[in-house]
């Protein structure tokens, strides 16, 4: 499965001394993590932890995150049709309809580029107009 490179360090520790088809993340007796268990020992205390330290940290869940990464993919350019594979949405329309918001940055940006176009294309008109040159 295809994962960002920066977690590689990460993702080999917890895999040393256990067999290739091993799972990674386990619960403390090495069975199948549920996700019920992880959050209440892991995630939960991990949030109140960061909201202790910045009392402005939100209250986010791993949804919250699914939806951050989604979206920061797409908003980055990623192919939409691998970003669905990726969440196991079935449509891409799904995907772009529900996790890919725009930023403000994202308005900004389609701004600059019609400007750039129409003054591109006003600038190509002028100059091919017969008395222009």
Sequence with gaps: ????????TELAALMVGKD??????????????????W?????????EKCQKIDDSFPTV???????????????????????QRML???KASMTLDVYADLFDEDLDGVADRL?????????QLRTSMPGTQ
């Design 1 to 8: 499965m295809p994962f960002p490179a920066v977690l590689s």
């Design 20 to 37: 290739r088809d091993a799972l990674v993340f386990t619960d403390q007796r090495g069975c199948v993590l549920r996700n019920s268990n």
């Design 115 to 123: 400007d750039i176009t129409i003054r591109s294309v006003a600038d």
């Design 88 to 90: 196991g949405h079935a």
């Design 39 to 47: 959050r209440a020992r892991v995630f939960q205390p991990a949030v």
């Design 61 to 83: 869940t791993p949804h919250d995150l699914r939806h951050t990464a989604a979206s920061l993919a797409v908003s980055a350019g990623a192919n939409v049709k691998a970003v």
